[in-house]
């Protein structure tokens, strides 16, 4: 009478495995298709870049200060350039024309972080996004440029600067690290 009773769990618990495993399979069907249909489709080259060209000459995202983004910080990305010199890391390239307010912002990245600026008339500091490890410890003018000043790093005491100036009408940075 034993094995009869063995057997029918046996069995109930195989059908309870399987109907698991179609639920599973079938929720994994409408993940995977997407349950509400399907999302946004990716942009394609030429529509991201007609999109940062409508955007480089609207107007600029401002947070508290005027420094662009939530407290101040965006999320620009880029690399580093030991130099000392703070190389544009991508962006536009569009050169200002005769009556344009404003050049594209340019990232600039540091070992402190990041800075995008671009040139209106003199320096405007649209992001500051610091590196792992830092915090943004002030915006300031400093002689015709601005300065970012990150504070960070494994002992809190390495400081990074950059210094954006805009002679040619382009930004341009350099980068001084203690």
């Known amino acids: 009478m034993n094995a009869p009773r063995a057997l029918g769990a046996a ?3 195989l059908l309870a495995v399987g109907a698991a495993v179609a639920v599973a399979m079938v929720a994994i069907g409408a993940v995977g298709s997407g349950i509400l249909g399907q999302g946004p489709r990716p942009l394609g080259e030429a529509e991201v870049s007609a ?33 000392g010199t703070a190389e544009p890391t991508g962006g536009a390239t569009r050169t200002p024309t005769a009556g ?19 040139c ?7 992001a500051a996004t610091p ?4 915090q943004v410890d002030g915006i300031e003018d400093e002689d015709g440029a601005r300065r970012v000043r990150f504070r960070g790093g ?15 009408g382009t930004p341009a940075a350099t980068v001084e690290t203690d």
């Open 11 to 13: 069995l109930a618990w």
């Open 51 to 83: 999109s940062l060209a409508a955007a480089a000459t609207g107007p600029p995202a401002s947070g508290p200060n005027g420094q662009g983004g939530p407290g101040g910080q965006g999320n620009p990305s880029g690399t580093s350039n030991p130099s």
């Open 100 to 118: 344009s307010a404003s050049t594209p912002p340019q990232a600039f990245a540091s070992p402190g972080g990041t800075v995008l600026a671009r």
């Open 120 to 126: 209106v008339p003199g320096v405007e500091i649209v």
């Open 131 to 134: 590196a792992l490890g830092f």
């Open 154 to 168: 494994d002992d809190r005491d390495t400081r990074v600067e950059v210094f954006v100036r805009c002679d040619t």
